[in-house]
């Protein structure tokens, strides 16, 4: 017989693995961590390549609302460029640039004096003496298919590491590449009352 108990799990996904249960070829995927419940999905991606907080769960009304894009929730994420973005270059992003025809969303940009504190990737970005790196903090309001990659790109510096830090007051605070963690009963009525659906 099915549970109908809601399950809501805080995970930190590592580089190298899908956003899902099901394997493709070269790629891990969630059900390599044995330790996660079952019968949860992601809601909202990140690919292979990128970092960072997933939110997974068996909830489908808390995933449309996080998911759609008409709820504009905030989306973080800590971004290594190719390059030194300058002020200008920062200003198209903040407004919004062109991809595949649609200008994204005004975004908030900070750019890091110091690199973050993050664990090292597993497979490690490629260096390259003569082209210099800056970290980013980019805040969207959406969620298009590869969106921070393909605007870092659009103005001219390639997203070379990119590690989503929270959705919208959720964080990756106290979690490691691979952990995860329930969230609390504050946190999930939290998030019902953001959503309106409490």
Do not use: C
């Not at 190298?16 to 995927?29: C, K």
């Amino acid at each position: 017989m099915k549970s109908n108990k809601k399950t809501y799990i805080l995970f930190y996904k590592p580089y190298g693995v899908l956003s899902q249960f099901t394997h493709e070829a070269g790629y891990l995927s969630l059900a390599d961590f044995s330790l996660l419940p079952k019968n949860i999905y992601a809601a909202g991606r990140l690919d292979a390549d990128s970092e960072g907080l997933l939110l997974l769960t068996n909830d489908n009304i808390i995933k449309h609302h996080i998911t759609d894009p008409k709820f504009e929730h905030e989306r973080t994420y800590l971004v290594q460029v190719e390059g030194f973005p300058d002020e200008s270059d920062n200003e198209q992003l903040r407004n919004g640039v062109m991809i595949e025809g649609k200008r994204t969303k005004t975004a908030k940009i900070k750019v890091l004096t110091h690199e973050p504190d993050l664990p090292p990737r597993a497979v490690p970005i490629r260096f390259r003496k003569n082209i210099p790196t800056m970290w980013l903090e980019i805040t969207l309001r959406e969620g298009r298919n590869r969106q921070v990659r393909k605007m870092t790109a659009a103005v001219g510096h390639p997203t070379l590491r990119l590690v989503r830090t929270s959705i919208s007051f959720l964080t990756i605070h106290g979690l490691k590449p691979g952990m995860y963690r329930e969230m609390t009963r504050t946190e999930i009525d939290k998030l019902l009352r953001m959503l309106n659906i409490a």
